[in-house]
């Protein structure tokens, strides 16, 4: 080993003390990324605070049964909530609850905007309790107190107690098939169904513009339903043998298909 490696070796060891510095340096920049992070949070968080950003303008479209009051307390906004906190799904699913909403979606826009728009049902049919009377949708739900049947069809439940809005009154498969039947009744009989009643039982009556009544049977389960048809055709094979529109009938019972009974007034 000469002298000069023992001096080259003399002059690395003196340089390492130079580490201390940059250490610094780097405690010095992470504090100032905490401090830049600091701001931001209590900037965003003092936006967030701000009043101008809470839901302040309800658009609401699309309604002609509901009033944009019913939509507001529906969504019940919170007064104290920032615009940012406000879930779209969540307040569209808020408005289900409504009887007469069939489909609707919430937007939120800045700074204070909630757009509504709702798509509602149509009434289909007409429930009648007694001397009440509601709308009824498509799926058989009650909307609302009727103030007139008009076209719609009657369907008359006398054991059906008490009603509330949304409630299930007809079964969903059912009332479909009710309604084409009186559409194409006229046509096929030369008569008209004015109203249909469903007892505690279930049991389908139909009431004619002649006066007289056919009775369908129970209709609960999709077997019940599935025999409307083979019972029409009966009625026809009825109407091939009897003037459905003049003859003196009281009622025709068409439980059994295969047999079907015809009562004619004044017969016992």
Known sequence: MTVGTIEKRRRRATATPARPAASARGWLWALLQIAVLGAEIFAVLFLLAQPGFRPQHVAVVGTKQLSAAQVRSALDLPSDRNIFFLNEAELSQRLQVLPW????????????????????????????????????????????????????????????????????????????????????????????????????????????????????????????????????AALRALGSRIDLASAPILYINLENPRAPAVQMRGRK
Do not use: C
């Open 101 to 232: 909403v069939r489909s609707a979606t919430v937007s939120l826009a800045l700074p204070d905007r909630v757009s509504v728009k709702v798509t509602e049902w149509k009434p289909s049919a007409v429930l009648q309790v007694g001397e009440a009377s509601y709308y009824l949708n498509d799926l058989g739900e009650v909307l609302d107190p009727a103030v007139e049947a008009g076209s719609l069809p009657v369907i008359n439940r006398p054991d059906f107690g008490s009603v509330r809005d949304g409630q299930h009154a007809v079964a969903g498969e059912l009332l479909p098939m009710l309604l084409q039947l009186r559409s194409g009744f006229t046509a096929a009989f030369k008569i008209s169904v004015m109203s249909f009643q469903l007892d505690r039982q279930e049991v389908l009556t139909a009431q004619t513009d002649r006066g007289w009544t056919i009775t369908f049977g129970q209709m609960v389960t999709s077997d019940d339903r599935a025999t409307l048809e083979p019972k029409l």
